[in-house]
């Protein structure tokens, strides 16, 4: 069965560096990928989808890869604040319905000031 | 403008007690998804309702029943619940469009003693 990693759970980083978090999967790529942000007691907030055919992405000072060889997605914060202290969640697509969705464990970046 | 609203926040059940969660949605989107996450974990889909008058099982439907009772609401019944089932809730909501991501409720964290 596909399996999907994000192999940090944690990941402590100063302000002002880059933080970039890994989303690794098994077999077949996925159609699409996407990235949630979810802070203590809230629920997970959408921050950027990457297709397949897509290598890059970028919003802000946020940046996904998707590197189909690697099977891998990497997931940047440039110029980090401690707001940006959160879970990170990747989910994989085969596409067809939303149901098909499969969501990492995520990874607690924590930025000090 | 809420987006996705779950009632209740919180819940603490004995076991083999009973309980509806509901979610309902502003956003007159037509899929809806529950969802529950433990620690360790990634989010795992329970059910999902493609459109209304419809519903479907996701990853763990074992022990949890659904309705959806309008387009605007989806909810999760546990007929006799168990200590397993302690857990967050998520309800989740995306349009039919291809590739859209999920918007969230903020969750019921639910104890079962």
């Known amino acids: 069965s596909q399996k999907i990693e994000q192999n940090s759970e944690a990941l402590n980083i100063q302000e002002g560096k880059t933080a970039t978090l890994t989303c690794n999967y098994t077999?077949?790529?996925?159609?699409?990928l996407q990235w949630y942000r979810q802070d203590p007691g809230r629920g997970p907030v959408f921050l950027l989808l990457?297709?397949?055919?897509?290598k890059e992405k970028r919003k802000e000072r946020l940046k996904v890869t998707f590197d189909t060889t690697l099977k891998q997605s990497l997931f940047h914060i440039t110029a980090s604040q401690p707001a940006d202290s959160a879970t990170y969640l990747c989910?994989?697509?085969?596409?067809?319905?939303?149901?098909?969705?499969?969501f990492g464990k995520g990874t607690k970046l924590s930025v000090k000031p | 403008n809420a987006g996705v609203t779950q009632t209740p926040k919180f819940q603490v059940l004995k076991t083999g007690q009973s309980m509806t969660l509901q979610c309902a949605q502003d956003?007159?989107?037509?899929?809806m998804y529950w969802y529950r996450q433990d620690p360790g974990m990634g989010l795992r889909l329970i059910y999902y309702?493609?459109?209304?008058?419809?519903?479907d099982k996701g990853e763990v439907p074992n022990g949890y029943n659904v309705s959806r009772l309008n387009k605007r609401e989806f909810s999760l019944r546990l007929e006799s619940a168990a200590p397993s089932q302690t857990s967050v809730y998520f309800c989740?909501?995306?349009?039919?469009?291809?590739?859209?991501?999920?918007?969230f409720g903020n969750g019921t964290r639910l104890t079962v003693t």
């Open positions: 309702s493609a459109s209304e008058g419809t519903t």
């Open positions: 077999n077949y790529s996925p159609a699409y």
């Open positions: 989910a994989l697509s085969y596409g067809g319905s939303q149901g098909n969705l499969i």
């Open positions: 956003m007159n989107h037509n899929s």
């Open positions: 990457i297709r397949e055919n897509e």
């Open positions: 989740a909501i995306t349009d039919s469009v291809y590739n859209s991501p999920l918007h």
